[in-house]
């Protein structure tokens, strides 16, 4: 039977929660970048390459830091937990330029943004909610217990004044300005591998590896990239693990110099090129 060495790699965090990811917001900032048009940045997630730096937000809610130095785009992501069903607000709050869009999936291309911060309605103090009709939507109907995704893209200048924060009104008439991270789950994300510490656990003297896949991790989803990824240890216990579908990772923590191991299955490159499950068994050193 052929096997197929599978590259993967898998981005880290040390604090867990009970289903596998940190409450929060996950950002990524391109320094130095420019874009004419937000939105190209969401109908293309790949747009600008691998960003300068990403990372979950340190703040208790969706607030990026203020005062950044330097001309930058910056995206972030996470996913929003509705604790009622019921009609929902949104607000935004940026400098300069800052775009809100929510999707019902981790791919935003095809919708439009919800609200907005334009160049000639900044808000130039933070969490300045209401200086201008575009920062707010419209209702929208949430569910309860459904997915549903919130991403904001923004644009700063160099002169090194911004801010950003989104925020909600419940359906009771309570306001979450900022949304606290007790709403929010982060969005683990990757990039393509490169040079990944990946091997075999399970080599036979009658495997013929036959080529080199690079499976690449986006938050946003491909529609030609369908995988599920089983990770746990030791390798007996994999499957049963944590299983996770699409391109949603959980934050792990590997305690080193423990292995980890993963499966990977029904896979569809961008080359049109696949793999049939069940895959072979790879440890993460």
């Known amino acids: 039977m052929k096997r197929i060495f599978l590259a993967v790699v898998i981005l880290l965090c040390l604090k867990v929660n009970a289903f596998g990811q940190t409450a929060g917001v996950t950002c990524e900032y391109w320094m130095g970048s420019a874009l004419t048009n937000l939105a190209d940045l969401v109908a293309n997630p790949e747009l600008l390459g691998a960003p300068t730096s990403s990372g979950k937000l340190t703040a208790p809610n969706f607030a990026a830091p203020s005062n950044l130095q330097g001309q930058f785009i910056s995206r972030c992501t996470t996913q929003l937990i509705v604790p009622v069903t019921g009609y929902y607000t949104f607000w935004i709050a940026a400098n300069k330029l800052a775009t809100l869009w929510l999707s019902t999936s981790t791919d935003f291309t095809g919708l439009s943004y919800i609200c907005r911060v334009s160049a000639a309605f900044p808000t130039p103090s933070a969490k300045q909610w209401t200086r201008n009709a575009e920062q707010k939507s419209a209702q929208i109907r949430l569910t309860a217990g459904e997915a549903y995704y919130l991403q904001v893209v923004q644009l700063e200048d160099s002169n090194n004044i911004n801010h950003l924060a989104v925020g909600w009104l419940l359906p009771g008439g309570v306001y979450e300005r900022p949304i606290p991270n007790s709403r929010l789950s982060a969005v683990l994300f990757g990039y393509s591998v490169v040079n990944p510490t990946m091997a075999e656990f399970n080599p036979s003297a009658n495997d013929d590896i036959v080529d080199y896949y690079e499976l690449r991790f986006f938050y946003t989803g491909e529609s030609n990239l369908l995988l599920s990824l089983d990770l746990g240890k030791p390798p007996p ?15 792990y923590q590997p305690l080193p110099p423990e292995d980890y191991y993963a499966r990977v299955a029904a896979v569809s490159t961008a080359r049109g090129e696949g793999v049939s499950e069940p895959s072979n068994i790879f440890y993460i050193r």
Do not use: C, Q
């Open 237 to 251: 216990d994999v499957d049963g693990k944590i299983r996770v579908t699409y391109v949603m990772l959980p934050f």
